[in-house]
């Protein structure tokens, strides 16, 4: 059984470029959170996606998306980066929305 | 509405000492709760959570954690810290289906282990 892997771990974008992070969830979990966690404090929910379609979002503004591919993988994308985007961005599957979320390892960005 | 509260960001115990780690949640619903470790540079492991039925409930690496609702609490402990030990620990609550399900975590509490 494959866990939970997120690519790339590191990059680094300019302020206004913009970012995609993938995210592959482990094996037979149909539901993909995203969260990101700014240094020092804890993860923040940014939106879920159950069977391809999202199902729910926090407070983050529309130009942070998503996509959820029928295989169950994911993708966050953030447009027109700000500095205060930089952070360590997770990934957590589940194999249902209700139970416990397997998380990645993280992609850490650094926007500058 | 759903949050949590970790008091104290930084805790420091003797390797071997009782380790104590507190949590406070809110929540309008019958809370599910969890206890992830972090530790450097790497993704959020989950080391116990509680969803119904018993209140003590046992995770790994000899941590436990009681479920008090009177108190809405749900502490975590480990009778004997080990210097593997040193990490970061988030207290998290998630909402049944029906009402939202993300979890909501706590500012963290930063563990360290003195030899």
């Known amino acids: 059984e494959t866990g939970v892997t997120q690519s790339p771990t590191h990059l680094i974008k300019t302020r206004g470029q913009q970012v995609t992070l993938r995210c592959s969830s482990q094996s037979g979990h149909n539901t993909v959170s995203w969260y990101q966690q700014a240094l020092g404090q804890g993860p923040q929910f940014i939106f879920q996606y159950y069977r391809e379609e999202e199902n729910g979002r926090g407070n983050f503004p529309p130009r942070f998306s998503g996509l959820q591919f029928p295989n169950y993988s994911s993708e966050l994308n953030v447009n027109a980066l700000e500095l205060d985007d930089s952070a360590l961005y997770l990934c957590a599957s589940s194999h249902s929305m209700n139970t416990e ?5 993280g992609t850490r960005l650094t926007v500058v | ?8 960001s930084h805790v420091s115990v003797s390797e071997g000492a009782l380790v104590l780690l507190r949590c406070n949640y809110s929540s309008s619903v019958p809370p599910y709760l969890f206890w992830y470790v972090q530790y450097p540079n790497q993704g959020l492991q989950l080391l116990l959570k509680y ?4 209140t003590l409930v046992k995770g790994i690496n000899g941590f436990e954690a009681e479920f008090k609702k009177s108190e809405t609490s749900f502490h975590l402990t480990k009778p004997s810290a080990h210097m593997s030990d040193a990490a970061e620990y988030f207290c998290a609550v ?3 289906t029906n009402t939202g399900n993300q979890f909501y975590f706590g500012t963290g509490t930063s563990l360290t282990v003195i030899p």
Do not use: I
């Open chain 1, 101 to 105: 979320a397997f998380f990645g390892q």
């Open chain 2, 1 to 8: 509405a759903q949050s949590v509260t970790q008091l104290g």
């Open chain 2, 94 to 96: 998630r909402g049944p």
């Open chain 2, 51 to 54: 969803t119904t039925g018993a």
